[in-house]
Protein backbone atom coordinates (compact mmCIF):
# COMPACT_ATOMS: atom_id res chain seq x y z
CA UNK A 1 0.00 0.00 0.00
CA UNK A 2 0.86 3.59 -0.77
CA UNK A 3 1.13 6.06 2.05
CA UNK A 4 0.57 8.90 -0.16
CA UNK A 5 -1.27 10.30 -2.70
CA UNK A 6 -0.83 13.65 -5.33
CA UNK A 7 -3.00 15.42 -6.68
CA UNK A 8 -3.65 16.08 -9.75
CA UNK A 9 -2.59 12.82 -11.66
CA UNK A 10 -2.21 14.57 -14.54
CA UNK A 11 -1.35 18.54 -15.36
CA UNK A 12 -0.65 20.13 -18.58
CA UNK A 13 0.33 24.08 -18.63
CA UNK A 14 1.87 26.31 -20.73
CA UNK A 15 5.13 27.78 -20.36
CA UNK A 16 5.95 30.10 -17.88
CA UNK A 17 3.33 29.46 -15.65
CA UNK A 18 3.61 27.94 -12.50
CA UNK A 19 2.63 24.46 -11.63
CA UNK A 20 1.34 23.44 -8.15
CA UNK A 21 0.88 19.62 -7.06
CA UNK A 22 -0.42 18.65 -4.04
CA UNK A 23 0.58 15.49 -1.69
CA UNK A 24 -1.63 14.48 1.22
CA UNK A 25 -0.78 11.24 3.68
CA UNK A 26 -2.16 9.09 6.49
CA UNK A 27 0.58 9.06 9.41
CA UNK A 28 2.73 10.76 11.34
CA UNK A 29 5.90 11.62 9.18
CA UNK A 30 9.50 12.58 10.10
CA UNK A 31 10.17 14.51 6.83
CA UNK A 32 8.42 14.69 3.29
CA UNK A 33 10.41 14.72 0.30
CA UNK A 34 9.84 15.53 -3.74
CA UNK A 35 11.28 13.67 -6.27
CA UNK A 36 11.31 13.77 -10.18
CA UNK A 37 11.57 11.10 -12.83
CA UNK A 38 11.94 11.71 -16.33
CA UNK A 39 10.12 8.85 -18.69
CA UNK A 40 12.59 6.01 -18.45
CA UNK A 41 14.97 7.34 -15.68
CA UNK A 42 15.40 6.92 -11.84
CA UNK A 43 13.52 9.50 -9.16
CA UNK A 44 15.77 12.82 -8.69
CA UNK A 45 15.99 14.15 -5.23
CA UNK A 46 14.21 17.76 -5.07
CA UNK A 47 13.40 19.18 -1.51
CA UNK A 48 13.26 17.64 1.94
CA UNK A 49 10.70 19.17 4.04
CA UNK A 50 11.29 18.35 7.77
CA UNK A 51 8.11 17.96 10.21
CA UNK A 52 8.98 20.74 12.17
CA UNK A 53 9.15 23.19 8.76
CA UNK A 54 6.03 24.39 7.28
CA UNK A 55 8.21 26.19 4.37
CA UNK A 56 10.78 25.27 2.26
CA UNK A 57 12.46 27.14 -0.85
CA UNK A 58 15.36 25.95 -3.85
CA UNK A 59 15.16 27.52 -6.65
CA UNK A 60 11.98 27.76 -8.63
CA UNK A 61 10.38 25.33 -5.86
CA UNK A 62 8.81 26.12 -3.07
CA UNK A 63 7.20 23.76 -0.95
CA UNK A 64 4.96 23.72 2.10
CA UNK A 65 3.51 21.42 4.56
CA UNK A 66 1.00 21.57 6.67
CA UNK A 67 1.23 18.59 8.87
CA UNK A 68 -2.52 19.22 10.91
CA UNK A 69 -4.06 18.53 7.71
CA UNK A 70 -1.11 15.97 6.52
CA UNK A 71 -0.66 17.84 3.32
CA UNK A 72 2.18 19.38 1.33
CA UNK A 73 2.20 21.12 -1.72
CA UNK A 74 5.10 21.87 -4.29
CA UNK A 75 5.22 24.98 -6.40
CA UNK A 76 7.13 25.22 -9.64
CA UNK A 77 7.35 28.71 -10.78
CA UNK A 78 8.35 30.01 -14.40
CA UNK A 79 7.86 26.40 -15.71
CA UNK A 80 9.89 25.32 -18.05
CA UNK A 81 9.56 22.57 -21.18
CA UNK A 82 12.51 20.67 -19.08
CA UNK A 83 9.66 20.51 -15.70
CA UNK A 84 8.43 17.78 -18.04
CA UNK A 85 8.17 14.88 -15.88
CA UNK A 86 6.34 12.79 -13.02
CA UNK A 87 6.40 14.26 -9.69
CA UNK A 88 6.25 12.10 -6.25
CA UNK A 89 5.93 13.08 -2.44
CA UNK A 90 7.89 10.55 -0.16
CA UNK A 91 7.28 10.49 3.60
CA UNK A 92 9.89 9.07 6.01
CA UNK A 93 7.89 7.99 8.58
CA UNK A 94 8.77 8.30 12.37
CA UNK A 95 7.86 4.70 13.33
CA UNK A 96 10.27 2.61 11.12
CA UNK A 97 12.48 5.24 10.11
CA UNK A 98 14.43 5.40 6.88
CA UNK A 99 11.62 3.18 4.76
CA UNK A 100 10.52 6.04 2.63
CA UNK A 101 7.02 5.65 0.87
CA UNK A 102 6.17 7.03 -2.25
CA UNK A 103 2.61 8.19 -3.73
CA UNK A 104 1.46 7.55 -7.33
CA UNK A 105 2.70 11.11 -8.70
CA UNK A 106 1.58 13.84 -10.45
CA UNK A 107 2.45 13.65 -14.15
CA UNK A 108 3.33 17.34 -15.51
CA UNK A 109 3.25 18.51 -19.43
CA UNK A 110 4.60 21.75 -19.93
CA UNK A 111 3.38 23.01 -23.47
CA UNK A 112 5.99 24.81 -25.35
CA UNK B 1 31.30 10.52 -7.96
CA UNK B 2 29.42 7.49 -9.75
CA UNK B 3 25.85 7.24 -8.88
CA UNK B 4 23.66 4.35 -8.15
CA UNK B 5 24.69 2.14 -10.99
CA UNK B 6 22.09 -1.07 -11.72
CA UNK B 7 22.24 -3.83 -14.06
CA UNK B 8 20.91 -4.63 -17.09
CA UNK B 9 19.11 -2.02 -18.16
CA UNK B 10 16.23 -4.01 -19.45
CA UNK B 11 15.62 -7.79 -19.49
CA UNK B 12 13.02 -9.64 -21.60
CA UNK B 13 12.68 -13.20 -20.07
CA UNK B 14 9.89 -16.07 -20.81
CA UNK B 15 7.99 -16.44 -17.73
CA UNK B 16 9.15 -19.46 -15.15
CA UNK B 17 12.56 -18.36 -16.01
CA UNK B 18 14.33 -16.48 -13.45
CA UNK B 19 16.26 -13.44 -13.24
CA UNK B 20 18.76 -11.17 -11.29
CA UNK B 21 19.27 -7.84 -11.00
CA UNK B 22 22.15 -6.31 -9.34
CA UNK B 23 22.87 -3.10 -7.90
CA UNK B 24 25.97 -1.02 -6.87
CA UNK B 25 25.25 1.69 -4.08
CA UNK B 26 26.79 5.62 -3.94
CA UNK B 27 30.30 4.63 -1.50
CA UNK B 28 29.39 4.89 2.08
CA UNK B 29 25.56 4.44 1.72
CA UNK B 30 24.73 2.07 4.17
CA UNK B 31 20.49 2.01 3.37
CA UNK B 32 19.73 0.15 0.48
CA UNK B 33 16.35 -0.10 -1.08
CA UNK B 34 14.87 -2.16 -3.75
CA UNK B 35 11.59 -0.84 -5.19
CA UNK B 36 9.50 -2.05 -7.89
CA UNK B 37 7.68 0.72 -9.85
CA UNK B 38 4.46 -0.56 -12.02
CA UNK B 39 3.47 1.64 -15.20
CA UNK B 40 2.08 4.85 -13.86
CA UNK B 41 2.32 4.13 -10.57
CA UNK B 42 4.50 5.03 -7.64
CA UNK B 43 7.60 2.92 -6.74
CA UNK B 44 6.77 0.41 -3.83
CA UNK B 45 9.20 -0.61 -1.34
CA UNK B 46 10.64 -4.49 -1.57
CA UNK B 47 13.54 -4.24 0.94
CA UNK B 48 15.59 -2.37 2.71
CA UNK B 49 18.94 -3.10 3.70
CA UNK B 50 21.10 -1.55 6.48
CA UNK B 51 24.71 -2.41 5.93
CA UNK B 52 24.05 -6.21 5.01
CA UNK B 53 20.98 -6.67 7.35
CA UNK B 54 17.38 -6.64 5.57
CA UNK B 55 15.55 -4.55 8.02
CA UNK B 56 12.56 -4.12 6.42
CA UNK B 57 10.90 -6.99 3.99
CA UNK B 58 7.52 -7.08 4.44
CA UNK B 59 6.57 -6.53 0.96
CA UNK B 60 9.09 -8.99 -0.43
CA UNK B 61 7.26 -11.84 -2.03
CA UNK B 62 9.24 -14.41 -0.42
CA UNK B 63 8.10 -17.75 -2.21
CA UNK B 64 9.30 -16.05 -5.88
CA UNK B 65 11.68 -13.01 -4.88
CA UNK B 66 15.17 -13.14 -2.51
CA UNK B 67 17.51 -10.97 -2.16
CA UNK B 68 21.11 -10.18 -0.70
CA UNK B 69 23.87 -7.88 0.22
CA UNK B 70 27.14 -9.23 0.59
CA UNK B 71 29.81 -6.96 2.53
CA UNK B 72 27.14 -4.49 2.92
CA UNK B 73 27.86 -3.08 -0.28
CA UNK B 74 26.35 -4.62 -4.06
CA UNK B 75 22.98 -6.30 -3.37
CA UNK B 76 20.80 -8.56 -6.03
CA UNK B 77 17.37 -9.27 -6.17
CA UNK B 78 16.31 -12.44 -7.86
CA UNK B 79 13.07 -13.46 -9.31
CA UNK B 80 12.72 -17.55 -9.80
CA UNK B 81 10.71 -17.88 -11.56
CA UNK B 82 9.33 -15.37 -13.12
CA UNK B 83 5.66 -14.47 -13.90
CA UNK B 84 3.89 -11.83 -15.90
CA UNK B 85 2.70 -10.22 -13.54
CA UNK B 86 6.39 -9.18 -12.23
CA UNK B 87 6.75 -6.88 -15.76
CA UNK B 88 7.84 -3.90 -13.84
CA UNK B 89 10.92 -1.11 -13.22
CA UNK B 90 13.16 -2.39 -10.72
CA UNK B 91 14.79 0.32 -8.68
CA UNK B 92 17.52 0.03 -6.64
CA UNK B 93 17.87 3.67 -4.14
CA UNK B 94 20.74 4.58 -1.24
CA UNK B 95 21.42 6.64 1.36
CA UNK B 96 22.90 7.83 4.24
CA UNK B 97 21.33 7.23 7.32
CA UNK B 98 18.50 9.05 9.29
CA UNK B 99 15.71 9.84 7.11
CA UNK B 100 17.99 11.74 4.70
CA UNK B 101 17.55 11.82 0.79
CA UNK B 102 17.48 8.88 -1.84
CA UNK B 103 19.56 8.43 -4.79
CA UNK B 104 17.98 6.40 -7.39
CA UNK B 105 19.90 4.05 -10.09
CA UNK B 106 18.55 4.37 -13.76
CA UNK B 107 16.05 1.04 -13.49
CA UNK B 108 16.14 -2.42 -15.04
CA UNK B 109 13.09 -2.28 -16.91
CA UNK B 110 11.59 -6.41 -16.48
CA UNK B 111 9.66 -7.69 -19.13
CA UNK B 112 7.77 -11.29 -18.76
CA UNK B 113 6.35 -12.56 -21.56
Known amino acids: SQQGEEDPQALSIQEGENATMNCSYK?????LQWYRQNSGRGLVHLIL?????REKHSGRLRVTLDTSKKSSSLLITASRAADTASYFC????????????FGQGTRLTINP | EAGVVQSPRYKIIEKKQPVAFWCNPISGHNTLYWYRQNLGQGPELLIR????????DSQLPKDRFSAERLKGVDSTLKIQPAELGDSAVYLC???????????FGQGTRLTVV
Open chain 1, 27 to 31: TSINN
Open chain 2, 93 to 103: ASSLPLNTEAF
Open chain 1, 49 to 53: IRSNE
Open chain 1, 90 to 101: ATGPIQGAQKLV
Open chain 2, 49 to 56: YENEEAVD
